[in-house]
Nanobody, 119 residues
Framework: QVQLVESGGGLVQPGGSLRLSCAASGFTFSSYAMSWYRQAPGKERELVAAITSADGSTNYADSVKGRFTISRDNAKNTVYLQMNSLKAEDTAVYYC????????????WGQGTQVTVSP
């Protein structure tokens, strides 16, 4: 079965950096686009970044453009989110996400990893 396991969250000061990892299993990783979402307290879950399977094209939320970088290593079945110049408003639980289109779309989520940006 599909498993997505995030790691790399933690407490960091404003201006600092973190790299999140999402280890995937149970499906052909190289064939699927992957994405990162986040959810801050009291807010809806939002898309942060996504990367395609074919050519590795990426897209980002406006709020993180120029600061975050999504990448993937198909040999390791892992997707990453490099986060630089972190701000307090980046504080959230970050989730790895996969959507598979079979008879109907099926969404898979990891358990989430907490990122806290605070002095």
């Amino acid at each position: 079965q599909v498993q997505l396991v995030e790691s790399g969250g933690g407490l960091v000061q404003p201006g600092g950096s973190l790299r999140l990892s999402c280890a995937a299993s149970g499906f052909t990783f190289s064939s699927y686009a992957m994405s990162w979402y986040r959810q801050a307290p009291g807010k809806e879950r939002e898309l942060v970044a996504a990367i395609t399977s074919a050519d590795g094209s990426t897209n980002y939320a406006d709020s993180v453009k120029g600061r975050f970088t999504i990448s993937r290593d198909n040999a390791k079945n892992t997707v990453y989110l490099q986060m630089n110049s972190l701000k307090a408003e980046d504080t959230a639980v970050y989730y790895c996400h996969l959507i598979q289109y079979t008879l109907r779309p099926v969404n898979y989520w990891g358990q989430g990893t907490q990122v806290t940006v605070s002095p």
